[in-house]
């Protein structure tokens, strides 16, 4: 690719100045790029129903997980509990060995 000084707007204005137009459209290009960003365009129309139908859906898979994860914790403190009194068990079996303090998750 050759290198140049012009600017990418002057080399634009001599491309549409020197290519034929058909329609108000140049003949033979590609679509020629838009001044302003495609970011401002209003966003595409979509159904409120269907929006409505997302929400719900996200809404019931975020109930879901929220469920799974009170069961895991619950899973957790029984896990906990029990570990609990197996440490003291041994304790009362064993009193003259030294245990291992292990702090909760």
């Keep these: 690719m050759a290198s140049t000084n012009l600017s990418r707007f002057r080399?634009?204005?001599?491309?549409?100045?020197?290519?034929?137009?058909?329609?108000?459209?140049?003949?033979?290009?590609?679509?020629?790029?838009?001044?302003?960003p495609p970011s401002s365009a209003p966003p595409p129309f979509v159904d409120p129903e269907v929006l409505t139908a997302q929400l719900k859906d996200k809404d019931d898979r975020i109930s879901l997980l929220e469920t799974q994860m009170a069961a895991q914790q619950a899973g957790y403190e029984a896990q906990r509990r029990l570990n609990q009194q197996m440490m003291e068990m041994m304790q009362r079996m064993y009193p003259n060995e030294m245990f291992p303090h292990v702090s909760d998750p």
């Design 11 to 36: 080399i634009n204005e001599i491309v549409e100045s020197s290519v034929r137009k058909k329609k108000g459209r140049l003949v033979g290009l590609g679509r020629r790029t838009r001044s302003v």
